[in-house]
């Protein structure tokens, strides 16, 4: 198996972190309900990475580096209010893995770097850097959080900020009806024993809806996000559940069950399979069609 291990950190200041590579999310299946991940179709482009800080795992993202926006990320929900100010961060072993094993600036990649050195041009050709999100005409899309800082406290909300959990987010969804949401689920995802939550993006297949900076193809703007949780019991039962979908142009959220859920893959040519082993029935409020957002 092959290892990523990351650090996010200052010019100046050094914190440890680790994450992993790997074909099973073998270090941090205990992010998905039962250790199971979904089942998505495979792409040769896609690296499931255990995402930790500070020598922890928080959270388990399936990252794709051609389109350079995650699919998904799965946490367990924690009760916080969180809101840290860190440097965006970016992972150098996605470059090379002999490179140094911290996630770090994309600047003070390049500057440290030494065997082998790196441009920043080959951190560009695998993943996201911060410039990407600064280009002028895109200024209706911000980084939207997968895994939202919110849904954790201390090291772990921190742990949220690193461009491989982040897709160019509508800022009226992300600040509006999607940011609305992620607060709703702070109330109910409480009562909850343990909540298992997974959240991803499904990206434009248009060649034209791309965040485009020099000229180039950067990074592609999703159609559609999508999220869903499990609730469970002090014995690991499930009990409730829910599932929600939105379009990146439009300021609505549509809440479902995981049964909805499908539909909406179905309907967009997809063989998903999530929380396969939840049978809890949804919440009273989840019951619309989530495949209505679907043009």
């Given at each position: 198996m092959q290892s990523l291990v990351t650090i996010c950190g200052l010019l100046f200041v050094i914190i440890p972190a680790h994450a992993h590579v790997s074909e099973d999310f073998k270090e941090c299946r205990q992010f998905f309900f039962g250790n199971m991940w979904p089942e998505w179709p495979p792409s040769r482009y896609h690296q499931e990475i255990c995402q930790t800080y500070e020598n922890n795992y928080y959270f388990a993202?399936?990252?794709d580096i051609k389109r350079r926006i995650p699919v998904y990320s799965a946490y367990i929900f924690e009760q916080g209010n969180d809101h840290p100010t860190i440097p965006w961060c970016i992972e150098p072993q996605l470059v090379n893995l002999n490179l140094n094993k911290n996630m770090m600036r994309s600047d003070d990649l390049v500057k440290k770097s030494q065997n082998p050195k790196v441009k920043l041009s080959d951190i560009e050709e695998v993943q996201a850097v911060y410039d990407d999100y600064q280009v002028p005409q895109y200024d209706d899309y911000n980084r939207g959080h997968l895994n939202p800082k919110g849904h954790h406290k201390?090291?772990?909300s921190e742990a949220t900020y690193t461009l491989t959990n982040v897709v160019p987010q509508n800022k009226m969804l992300n600040a509006g009806a999607w940011g609305g949401y992620e607060?709703?689920?702070k109330k109910?995802?409480?009562n909850c024993h343990k909540a298992y939550v997974v959240v991803g993006a499904i990206a434009s297949t248009n060649p034209e809806i791309w965040i485009k900076r020099n000229n180039?193809?950067?990074v592609n703007i999703p159609d559609?996000?999508?999220?869903a949780y499990c609730c469970t019991d002090k014995q690991g039962s499930p009990t409730e559940s829910g599932a929600?979908?939105?379009k990146n142009t439009e300021n609505r959220v549509e809440l479902c069950s995981l049964e909805s859920l499908k539909e909406f893959f179905v309907k967009l040519n997809k063989k998903v399979e999530l929380f396969k082993n939840c049978n809890a029935p949804a919440r009273k409020?989840?019951?619309g069609d989530c495949s209505s957002v679907i043009e």
């Amino acid at each position: 198996m092959q290892s990523l291990v990351t650090i996010c950190g200052l010019l100046f200041v050094i914190i440890p972190a680790h994450a992993h590579v790997s074909e099973d999310f073998k270090e941090c299946r205990q992010f998905f309900f039962g250790n199971m991940w979904p089942e998505w179709p495979p792409s040769r482009y896609h690296q499931e990475i255990c995402q930790t800080y500070e020598n922890n795992y928080y959270f388990a993202t399936l990252y794709d580096i051609k389109r350079r926006i995650p699919v998904y990320s799965a946490y367990i929900f924690e009760q916080g209010n969180d809101h840290p100010t860190i440097p965006w961060c970016i992972e150098p072993q996605l470059v090379n893995l002999n490179l140094n094993k911290n996630m770090m600036r994309s600047d003070d990649l390049v500057k440290k770097s030494q065997n082998p050195k790196v441009k920043l041009s080959d951190i560009e050709e695998v993943q996201a850097v911060y410039d990407d999100y600064q280009v002028p005409q895109y200024d209706d899309y911000n980084r939207g959080h997968l895994n939202p800082k919110g849904h954790h406290k201390g090291s772990s909300s921190e742990a949220t900020y690193t461009l491989t959990n982040v897709v160019p987010q509508n800022k009226m969804l992300n600040a509006g009806a999607w940011g609305g949401y992620e607060e709703s689920l702070k109330k109910i995802l409480k009562n909850c024993h343990k909540a298992y939550v997974v959240v991803g993006a499904i990206a434009s297949t248009n060649p034209e809806i791309w965040i485009k900076r020099n000229n180039k193809k950067r990074v592609n703007i999703p159609d559609y996000l999508w999220q869903a949780y499990c609730c469970t019991d002090k014995q690991g039962s499930p009990t409730e559940s829910g599932a929600a979908t939105a379009k990146n142009t439009e300021n609505r959220v549509e809440l479902c069950s995981l049964e909805s859920l499908k539909e909406f893959f179905v309907k967009l040519n997809k063989k998903v399979e999530l929380f396969k082993n939840c049978n809890a029935p949804a919440r009273k409020e989840f019951t619309g069609d989530c495949s209505s957002v679907i043009e």
